[in-house]
């Protein structure tokens, strides 16, 4: 089955970007792709998600116009590029992979990864 590692997180200040990579073990184009994140104690929250080809993606209106996912399937890998980043957004982001349909809810994705802290100073 597909394994996925993200990498990228890290410490920034408000207001900072942030580039989070999750590379894949086999090829993406099978496979839905997005991005989560959960908080402690909270539940886990979609961020956004890309089609097979890259070509559709959606986001949730809480990152919206901040965050941009995109992939480049020739290097199995998935990105996730956000910007104006807030204390708000301290969380483990996962990747995830679906071989379904993409939705918003975690528990219908098929695959994740170990999950990578990002943590946005005030």
């Known amino acids: 089955q597909i394994q996925l590692v993200e990498s990228g997180g890290g410490l920034v200040q408000a207001g900072d970007s942030l580039s989070l990579s999750c590379v894949a073990s086999e090829r993406t184009d099978s496979y839905g792709m997005g991005w989560f994140r959960q908080a402690p104690g909270k539940a886990r929250e979609f961020l956004a998600s890309s089609s097979r080809s890259g070509g559709v993606t959606s986001y949730a209106d809480t990152v919206k116009g901040r965050f941009t996912i995109s992939r480049d399937n020739a290097k199995n890998t998935v990105y996730l590029r956000m910007n104006n980043l807030k204390p708000e957004d301290t969380a483990v982001y996962f990747c995830?992979?679906?071989?379904?349909?993409?939705?918003?809810?975690?528990?219908?994705?098929?695959?994740w990864g170990q999950g990578t802290q990002v943590t946005v100073s005030s």
């Open positions: 995830a992979a679906e071989t379904r349909v993409r939705t918003k809810i975690a528990e219908t994705w098929d695959y």
